[in-house]
T-cell receptor
């Protein structure tokens, strides 16, 4: 595997379910990100991790819970979601956290909340 | 705070025609500038980036972009579009005074290519 991988690629869940999204990067990067991409809306940054420490949390509801056990893996734990949470969730990594570093994105997980 | 504007939501071109996608940023000094492309069902892929030096930047897939400080612009160009270029294009800007050290993305421009 190369680059940034995400599993599952598609997920349908009810509002009472608990599920997790997984992201893995094989690039030796130190920073990882979660973005939400909804139709007709700008890319929304959710969480940023640098060297496994959370460095940014953009007022994301507590029903989204990130976890970064090491610099290669990032999870997004989901519980009691709402239909408006349906979106494409993108994971990205970069060499380090910073405005000058380009990001490498995974293919995303298409989440549908029913 | 930094911001980036992509004024065109959709652009339609014929295959073989030239392309220019617009990007304007708001920041006093020279920011770091990026163009990404997102094909259907995929994540974003970096096309090119500008940090300093030559204002005309070459990227992958035959794309180029020109930084114009006087116009606060970083427009993406391609001389001859291929059908496989149909995708969503995102401009991003990063600057040290934006309050966040993460690049800011524009809303994207959807490119439609007619045969």
């Amino acid at each position: 595997e190369t680059g940034v991988t995400q599993t599952p690629r598609h997920l349908v869940m009810g509002m009472t379910n608990k599920k997790s999204l997984k992201c893995e990067q094989h690039l030796g990067h130190n920073a990882m990100y979660w973005y939400k991409q909804s139709a007709k809306k700008p890319l929304e940054l959710m969480f940023v991790y640098s060297l496994e420490e959370r460095v940014e949390n953009n007022s994301v509801p507590s029903r989204f819970s990130p976890e970064c056990p090491n610099s290669s893996h990032l999870f997004l734990h989901l519980h009691t979601l709402q239909p408006e949470d349906s979106a494409l969730y993108l994971c990205a990594s970069s060499q380090s956290v910073g405005y000058s570093y380009e990001q490498y994105f995974g293919p995303g997980t298409r989440l549908t909340v029913t | 705070a930094q911001s980036v504007t992509q004024p065109d939501i959709h652009i339609t071109v014929s295959e073989g025609a030239s392309l220019e996608l617009r990007c304007n940023y708001s920041y006093g000094a020279t920011p770091y500038l990026f163009w990404y492309v997102q094909s259907p069902g995929q994540g974003l892929q970096l096309l090119l980036k500008y940090f300093s030096g030559d204002t005309l930047v070459q990227g992958i897939k035959g794309f180029e972009a020109e930084f114009k400080r006087s116009q606060s612009s970083f427009n993406l160009r391609k001389p001859s579009v291929h059908w496989s270029d149909a995708a969503e294009y995102f401009c991003a800007v990063g600057s040290p005074s934006g309050g966040s050290y993460i690049p800011t993305f524009g809303r994207g421009t959807s490119l439609i290519v007619h045969p």
